[in-house]
């Protein structure tokens, strides 16, 4: 039996848990929720309104814990089934996502948010089964095979960069792309279909983790996640330089969705990688994904700038972006984090077949989505999907593997960086303010031949006035999701 003070108590912490989440602290608010939790573990709505928070902090895995929780506490809270129907559906878990909604309209028939959001969810699920029925994927062609490249006119009326007929990029042609993006003007079909046909063909060569050597004269520099920021993107050109045979750049994987410019991103990072392919890399990250790009904006923004085609096709080249890479054999970097398992060496994940879409588990999926925890030991993701990681993972695989530290981005950093686990781990994340909101600084790391980490912070600059999100998924906007 909870006294009548922590009950009270519990209260007024539920309430200055509310002000913080009105003024978009989300990690502060859910400490306040977790207090008020703690002292009084009874209130449904208590698990409902950090659940909310945790969506917001993309803790998709906690939110639904939190959902069910309340449940458990009380079946008819409607509101947790909201919560974990827009958890599930921003994993990609649309039956799930489906099943939710479906209650929640059964109970308020009269309620409009309701059946629109269970339309909306019965939309992609019968969309994705037909997609399902038309398409099987060992057997299906390449787009670009029903793209006819040879027809295709260019019009004298686009005034913007052009290729030639081998769509061989040059220093040139890229400074007047980002000149032309800046104008927020879009490069022709023609030209952008030529330049993926060229990356497709060189990342079907690369091994799934990449070896980088940095010359003794360079610098080199590590970027986290840009998320459709081009302006950002730009503003890190102008501090640290273009990407050059003496400025060689590593992206660490989420170069698109959420922002409304990853357009502009992609194709401009892929310029810089067929203009400079030994000292320009990319890797994957969890967003360069189906689901993630259905759900998040790149397929929308790439059939409202393009058509649906081409986002098809980037479909096929973010399979192949490459899962790693190794720094002068001393640093790991990928996107997410560490495995689920022991015993995983570098050169499993060389020889990995890399091709597909990223499963819900495995080796994959770990490094696509795994994120460091301060304790030792491993733990359930807070996303979902992947799994924490404790210092004591992390010492091992570098021991195993004869490394340094490992460098990971995926986390939305308050400086941009965050350095864990004994300077063995460390996280770097380069889109600052993230999605307008969050008030983040951007960071990026630049190395040398010793592999000393430097740390370099920036703060947003101004972009156009097309909000983020702007094309991703009409639920996903009506739920709320930044």
């Known amino acids: 039996m909870v006294s009548l003070t922590l009950v009270e108590e519990a209260e007024q912490d539920k309430i200055t848990a509310n002000q913080f989440f009105k ?31 945790y969506l917001k902090t993309e803790c998709f895995g906690y939110a639904i814990a939190d959902a069910d929780k309340a449940l458990e506490l009380d079946r008819t809270y409607l509101k947790a089934y909201y919560r974990r129907a827009e958890a599930n559906m ?38 994705l089964a037909f997609e399902r029925a038309i398409n099987v994927d060992s057997l299906k062609k390449s787009v670009i095979e029903s793209v006819d ?3 295709m006119v260019v019009e004298d009326s686009y005034t913007g960069p052009k290729l030639g007929d081998d769509f061989k990029v040059s220093l040139q042609f ?3 792309l980002i000149a032309w993006y800046r104008n927020q003007k879009v490069l022709h079909r023609k030209y952008a279909y030529g330049m993926l046909m060229n990356i497709k063909k060189y990342f079907e060569t690369q091994p799934s983790l990449v070896r980088v050597t940095i010359p003794s004269s360079n610098k080199f520099t590590v970027c986290g996640d840009i998320h459709g ?40 990072l892929f310029g810089f990688k067929l203009l400079y392919p030994d000292h320009m890399f990319m890797a994957r990250g969890n967003h360069e994904s ?11 923004e790439v059939k409202e700038k393009y058509s649906k085609n081409m986002s098809d096709f980037f479909t096929e080249i973010f399979n192949w972006l490459p899962l790693c890479h190794v720094i002068n054999n001393g640093v790991f970097v990928t996107h997410g984090g560490l495995f689920q398992e022991d015993g995983i060496t570098i050169e499993d994940i060389e020889n990995f077949d890399r091709n597909r879409q990223p499963p819900e588990s495995g080796v994959m999926c770990d490094l696509l989505w795994s994120d460091p925890q301060s304790f030792t030991g491993r733990s359930a993701s807070k996303r979902g999907v992947g799994v924490q990681f404790g210092p004591d993972v992390t010492n091992a695989f570098l021991e195993r593997n004869r490394l340094k530290y490992v460098i990971r981005s995926h ?69 709320g999701f930044m």
Request: net charge negative; hydrophobic share 35%; glycine share 6%.
């Open 229 to 268: 920021q081009f302006y950002d993107l730009l503003n890190i050109f102008e501090i640290n330089g273009l990407p050059s045979e003496t400025n060689p750049y590593l992206f660490n994987g989420d170069f698109v969705d959420r922002g409304s410019f990853s357009v502009e991103v992609i194709f401009t």
């Open 149 to 151: 490249m040879e027809n």
């Open 290 to 300: 189906i689901n993630m790009n259905q759900m998040y904006g790149f397929d929308g």
């Open 411 to 479: 986390e939305v950093k308050d400086e941009g960086y965050e350095v864990s686990h004994d300077g063995k781990c460390i996280t770097v994340f380069s889109a600052p303010n993230y999605c307008d909101q969050m008030g983040n600084k951007g960071a990026f790391i630049t190395l040398k031949e010793d592999l000393v980490p430097k740390f370099t912070t920036f703060d947003a600059v101004p972009h156009p006035d097309v909000k983020p999100m702007a094309y991703a998924n009409n639920l996903l906007k009506m739920s």
């Open 90 to 127: 921003a994993l990609g878990r649309y039956k799930k996502s489906f099943a939710d909604y479906d209650t929640v309209r059964r109970a308020r028939p009269k309620d409009k948010d309701a059946q629109v959001k269970f339309k909306e969810c019965d939309k992609i699920v019968k969309r």
């Open 174 to 176: 890229m400074e007047e």
């Open 23 to 53: 003024d978009k602290k989300y990690l502060v608010s859910i400490e306040w929720y977790t207090k008020a939790i703690e002292k009084n573990p009874s209130v449904p709505a208590y698990y409902g309104n950090r659940s909310f928070a």
